[in-house]
């Protein structure tokens, strides 16, 4: 047996191998100088004719194999025999026992074996084979014709399907192509082409059109606002306005965006922003205050700034400490632009529905001259033409609960040794009326208390104050004569009547209450204004007050 041919791998070398010779796969690899399939070796084979070997049979060199007999196929070998080569199987084919012929080897034929996949592959590799491809029989095996992509028509528009990148909306997918209970394959659908498919499409471009357009509209008009908003100036008027004139209401504590809000309400400025800007610009814009200003619509935010300082144009009502209603009364009528004596005519007659503590209504004597005395506290208020005076009233009146209600005045009445919550705003109406300074008003309400005390043996619980006896009057005099005051027997003349009047005599501010709830502790039983103004002294004895008077005669010329 020769050698020529041996592979070196793992199988022995056979003369019947199929392999072997110019016609099988042993030649084409050594002269095209590709790996053997047995050893992964070129394999040498000599061009020139071989002699005839007589078969033989029984086992090959030393590897103990059996060769094949008359009739026998070769193993199938598998992918793993052929050294990582993918390489289809051996077809099978019936092998003559006779001599091997040299040169090339005429096809054999194929018997047929129902496992075989490939029944009808060419039997030797290198031959002329048919090409199968587009027919029933090509590898891998046609899809079935419903699932079979149609080439595209001679001149229709090349239509990739949803598969390939196109979107289901486009391709007309879902809508109603087909009847119901049917399903047609793709290539079915797709080879129409036809003028539906393209104008869906162009339907469907120029609503993506659209949209797009209509988007980038809106990015623009956004993003113009934007910046108009960040950066531009703020949308402003020209001038002073319209002849149209409005009253806008500025709450106490109110800053510039929030006046701004209520001017652009009122729609006196076109925008927040320029009226802040005006406001900052101006040296003395933080000083506005709260309470009602009369402006015209449509001004420039730097006019209206301009305007809100004027104090012509501030329709407001101003309650000072110690003030009586009755001016207050007459400044309400006057900015309201009513007839003299209206508010006053509703404080007498509505004041229960005005907003009158419980202990203020419940308390109140019939010999009271006002209900409302000692409840208008002292403040700024609006009051334009248009409002109604129960409606500045309610807000005095409502400041005045604020304060009030700070304090438990039931609790501070008893400690104090008085009756109720009224007699504590009374006594805080004398400090204020007879007080000029705040250092004053602790001590002046410690006199008030002495001299109620029942211990008094100076006084005997009469306050003797010309505050008492002038509110009463309705004036305001410190030169009363002693008969006049003796003469009167009023409830408010306390030179006649002891204990403090039955109401308070003017509206205290904070610093008065908070006197009357503190009194001083150093026994001060008089108080004389030695220079009849400004300037007030306190004595704890009657000759000492008698000191002092002597010494208001000197600066009075008497």
């Known amino acids: 047996m020769t050698e020529y041919g041996r592979g070196r791998g793992s199988e022995p070398w056979h003369p019947e191998d199929p392999l072997y010779g110019d016609g099988g796969w042993g030649g084409q690899q050594a002269r095209t100088g590709q790996q053997s399939p047995y050893g992964g070796q070129p394999q040498h084979c000599p061009e020139q004719p071989q002699p005839q070997q007589q078969p033989q049979y029984g086992d090959w060199g030393t590897g103990g194999q059996p060769a094949y007999g008359p009739q ?86 090349w239509d990739p399907g949803p598969d390939q990148g196109e979107h289901a909306f486009f391709s007309g997918e879902g809508e109603n192509d087909d009847e119901p209970g049917e399903r047609r394959g793709r290539g079915e659908r797709r080879g129409r082409g036809g003028k539906g498919k393209r104008s869906r499409n162009g339907c469907a471009c120029l609503v993506v059109a659209l949209v797009f357009g209509g988007g980038l509209a809106g990015v623009t008009y956004f993003g113009y606002q934007f910046y108009q908003d960040r ?48 406001q900052s610009q101006n040296p003395d814009g933080e000083s506005i205050q709260a309470g009602a200003y009369l402006l015209n619509k449509q001004m420039s935010a730097k006019s209206a700034v301009e305007m809100m300082l004027d104090p012509k144009s501030q329709n407001n009502v101003m309650v000072t400490p110690g003030q009586r209603n009755v001016a207050v009364y007459r400044a309400i009528d006057e900015k309201l632009g009513l007839e003299s004596g209206t508010t006053e005519d509703v404080a007498e007659k509505q004041y229960k529905s005005l907003g009158l503590p419980s202990w203020a209504r419940n308390s109140t004597d019939a010999q009271v001259k006002d209900p409302l005395e000692g409840f208008l506290f002292p403040g700024t208020y609006p009051a334009a033409k248009g409002m109604k005076p129960e409606a500045v009233l309610k807000e005095m009146i409502t400041q005045a609960n604020r304060q009030y209600g700070q304090y438990d005045l039931d609790a501070q009445a008893k400690t104090l040794n008085l009756d109720n919550p009224m007699q504590v705003i009374t006594v805080a109406s ?24 029942p211990d008094n043996t100076e006084t005997y619980q009469l306050l003797q104050f010309d505050s008492t006896f002038n509110y009463l009057k309705g004036e305001s005099n410190i030169n009363i004569s002693e008969d006049e005051i003796n003469s009167n027997q009023d409830p408010y003349n306390t030179y006649t009547q002891k204990g403090l009047p039955p109401g308070p005599i003017g509206n205290p501010g904070a610093e008065a209450l908070k006197a009357a709830l503190n009194p001083t502790d150093d026994g001060w039983m008089y108080f004389v204004a030695t220079d ?27």
Request: charged share 25%.
């Open 72 to 157: 026998q196929y070769p193993p199938q070998y598998d992918q793993q025999q052929y050294a990582g080569q993918t390489q289809q199987p051996y077809p099978q084919q019936q092998y003559d026992t006779g001599n091997w012929p040299t040169g090339a080897q005429p096809q054999l034929s194929y018997t047929g074996d129902p496992t075989d996949p490939y029944p009808q592959q060419a039997a030797a590799f290198g031959g002329e084979q048919p090409d199968l491809y587009g027919t029933p029989d090509a590898y891998p095996p046609p899809e079935p014709p419903g699932r079979r992509r149609a080439e595209p028509e001679p001149g229709a528009d």
């Open 231 to 278: 950066f531009g100036a703020a949308p402003d008027y020209a001038g002073e306005g319209t002849d149209e004139q409005v009253t806008v209401e500025i709450p106490k504590g109110a800053a510039g965006a929030e006046i701004g809000r209520r001017l652009k309400a009122a729609g006196v400025v076109k925008s927040v922003d320029a009226f802040v800007a005006a």
């Open 430 to 453: 004398l400090v204020q009326a007879e007080g000029k300074t705040e250092d004053d008003f602790r001590r002046m309400a410690e006199v008030v208390y002495n001299r109620l005390s």
């Open 532 to 558: 009849g103004l400004n300037k007030t002294e306190f004595a704890r004895t009657h000759d000492e007050f008698l000191d002092l008077k002597d010494k208001f005669n000197e600066s009075a010329g008497n």
